[in-house]
Nanobody, 125 residues
Framework: VQLQASGGGLVQPGGSLRLSCDAS????????IGWFRQAPGKEREAVAC????????YVPDFVKGRFAISRDKTKNTIYLQMDNLRPEDTAVYYC???????????????????WGQGTQVTVSS
């Protein structure tokens, strides 16, 4: 199982970024998959999760309306669209999955078993 995240970078406050996660070694039609982030000195937190068997998404309130998760079934890729970014969104963002978890809500409230490398997102003027 491999998860390859990309798309991070430096963006000004109010700007947008789209992160991508290419999944290999399993098919995105069973497990839940999502995006987590960790800022310096803070615990890792979930920002968006998706159930690949029914496309139900879960986005926590603190990013709801600004972050959205989606997937391209033909490419085995998931995306995190981030709009109206704030300095407090600065963190390393990780793509993660759990082959034994099918619920987006449950994945976002647990610790996934599979992790990709992180991609840095910096929001600064």
């Amino acid at each position: 199982v491999q998860l390859q995240a990309s798309g991070g970078g430096l963006v000004q406050p109010g700007g947008s970024l789209r992160l991508s996660c290419d999944a290999s070694g399993f098919t995105l039609n069973r497990p839940a998959i999502g995006w987590f982030r960790q800022a310096p000195g803070k615990e890792r937190e979930a920002v968006a999760c998706l159930s690949t068997n029914n496309d139900i998404t879960y986005v926590p309130d603190f990013v709801k309306g600004r972050f959205a998760i989606s997937r391209d079934k033909t490419k085995n890729t998931i995306y995190l669209q981030m709009d109206n970014l704030r300095p407090e969104d600065t963190a390393v963002y990780y793509c993660a999955a759990d082959l034994g978890q099918f619920s987006s809500y449950a994945l976002c409230h647990s610790r996934p078993t599979e992790w990709g490398q992180g991609t840095q997102v910096t929001v600064s003027s």
